[in-house]
């Protein structure tokens, strides 16, 4: 754990980072409170535009929702009661939306806004649409602008955060990075507002038991969160290889600057490669549901030339799975090959299986992917 200045130390954290979520506050979308702030909002969608037309890509998860509504009904205070909650975000998104979508625009951006729930995000078959969705609005220069469905939740309101949504998207399309923008300048030893010895900590590595201790403590009265639920967002991004960088959200062009390999802001670094995360992910804290065997062909294009599943190469179905859900791949001597994400479940692969990819339409009456398991969704054993 270092703080000061790190000079060049810290290039590369974002510098060779292609796909990166970036995570902006409540008080800096609608500047404390008192209303969207079409400036902040434009700044940030400049930048994001100027980080496309290099070849990255982007998501922006924004907060905002809630107290841009408690802003248009003309509440002082946030509210308790749930239902005033949700009615706040209901008339609050409809104002951040259209903000996002016009700013983006005047960049020659096309954008989408995307709901999501951690509830969609738990469970599998939910995870690997929206993972679908996303990947395929990247795919076409889309940029998505993520949102918590606040309308519509009970428990993610009252005790959910945006920080940690950023991170749960940062694992959904495996970002090399996540920005978390906030009003602060990054993480220090201890609040500086009450202690004059406070260190600034530039570098460290997420998840270590410290940073907790000396984040405690909560945000502002508009939004939920405080830098407690940045140290525990980049952990749980970490997870999955990505690396985290805490910045204040109104430091001149900031996302341009780290980009750049800038050092700003406090980074907290992946101990475990993306590859490996993912790895230990599916192979060690995953329950089996089901497994297939597959034939000697399709076991020589697995191990020995990277090929992703394809029903054509399944010999045998066993167990009762779901679309999502982590099964094992075996090879014909009975030996654990792969494990891996299915894109059909277990009904669905029966029937697909030893059959060509072209002919999943015909037999199931729809063709959600041409492969039982992607290779990106597959680790060998």
């Not at 292609?18 to 969207?36: A, D, F, P, Q």
């Not at 005047?106 to 990947?135: F, I, K, W």
């Not at 669905?348 to 992917?369: C, Q, T």
Request: charged content about 25%.
């Amino acid at each position: 754990m270092s703080n000061g200045n790190l000079n060049g130390e810290l290039t590369g954290v974002l510098r060779d980072a292609r796909r990166i979520v970036v995570k902006v506050g409540s008080s800096l979308v609608t500047n404390e409170g008192r209303g969207v702030d079409a400036e902040a909002i434009g700044n940030w969608c400049r930048q994001l535009a100027e980080l496309a037309r290099e070849g990255r890509e982007v998501v922006m998860v924004s907060s905002g929702a809630i107290a841009e509504g408690m802003k248009r009904l003309g509440w002082a205070s946030r509210p308790k009661e749930l239902h005033e909650l949700q009615a706040a975000a209901a008339v609050g998104q409809m104002g951040l939306a259209q903000m996002y979508e016009t700013k983006l625009r005047e960049q020659g951006l096309t954008s989408a806004q995307v709901l999501l729930t951690h509830a969609d995000l738990a469970d599998r078959e939910r995870y690997l649409n929206a993972r679908s969705t996303l990947l395929a609005l990247l795919q076409h220069r889309v940029l998505p602008v993520i949102n918590e469905n606040d309308t519509v939740v009970n428990d993610e309101i009252k005790f959910g955060d945006n920080d940690t949504l950023g991170a749960l998207v940062a694992n959904l399309v495996e970002a090399d990075a996540l920005v978390i923008l906030t009003d602060q300048k990054g993480l220090y030893s201890a609040d500086p507002r009450k202690d004059p010895n406070a260190r600034f900590i530039d570098r460290a590595t997420a998840g270590k038991p410290e940073l907790e201790e000396m984040a405690g403590g909560a945000g502002s009265s508009i939004g939920r969160g405080g830098m407690i639920t940045k140290i525990l967002a980049a952990k749980r991004a970490a997870s999955s290889g990505a690396n985290t960088v805490i910045a204040w959200g109104r430091e001149p062009d900031v996302l341009l600057r780290l980009a750049q390999g800038e050092s700003i802001g406090t980074a907290l670094m992946a101990s475990t490669a993306k590859l490996a995360a993912r790895k230990q992910w599916m192979v060690d804290h995953l329950q089996l549901r089901g497994k297939v065997v597959v034939d000697a062909g399709a076991a020589i294009k697995l191990r020995e030339e990277g090929k992703s599943l394809l029903p054509i190469g399944v010999h045998e179905v066993s167990g009762e799975f779901h679309r999502g859900d982590v099964i094992a791949v075996i090879d014909l001597t009975g030996k654990e090959l792969a494990r891996g994400l299915t894109n059909y479940g277990s009904a669905e692969a029966r029937l697909i299986a030893r059959k060509p990819s072209f002919d999943i339409e015909r037999v199931l009456g729809y063709a959600a992917e041409p492969e039982l398991i992607h290779r990106d969704n597959l680790v060998l054993r």
